[in-house]
């Protein structure tokens, strides 16, 4: 192998936007990392899922959109 030619592997610090951080490795120049999710808040690891629309989409299309349509006879 060549030598000098691979990048610096280092510790990264990671942070969640739900709060928990973790550490691990990478080849990025920074030392800290922010996600959007984890396993620690991710639906699936939870198993707790996480209702981010209250109104939901069909309702919302029916309230804005639903007069337009002709009623079936």
Same mark, same amino acid.
Request: proline letters at 3%; glycine letters at 6%.
């Given at each position: 192998?060549?030598? #000098?030619?691979?990048? +610096?592997?280092? #510790?990264?610090?990671?942070?969640? %936007?739900?709060? +928990?951080?973790?550490?691990?490795? %990478?080849?990025? %120049?920074? #030392?800290?990392?922010?996600?959007?999710?984890? %396993?620690?808040?991710?639906?699936?690891?939870?198993?707790?899922?996480?209702?981010? #629309?209250?109104?939901?989409?069909?309702?919302?299309? +029916?309230?804005?959109?639903?007069?337009?349509?002709?009623?079936?006879?």
């Amino acid at each position: 192998m060549k030598a #000098d030619i691979h990048p +610096n592997y280092h #510790d990264i610090q990671v942070t969640c %936007s739900c709060g +928990n951080t973790f550490t691990t490795k %990478s080849t990025m %120049s920074k #030392d800290a990392f922010h996600v959007e999710v984890c %396993s620690a808040c991710h639906p699936f690891y939870t198993g707790k899922q996480k209702i981010v #629309d209250t109104a939901g989409r069909v309702e919302k299309f +029916n309230q804005k959109f639903g007069g337009l349509r002709k009623k079936a006879a």
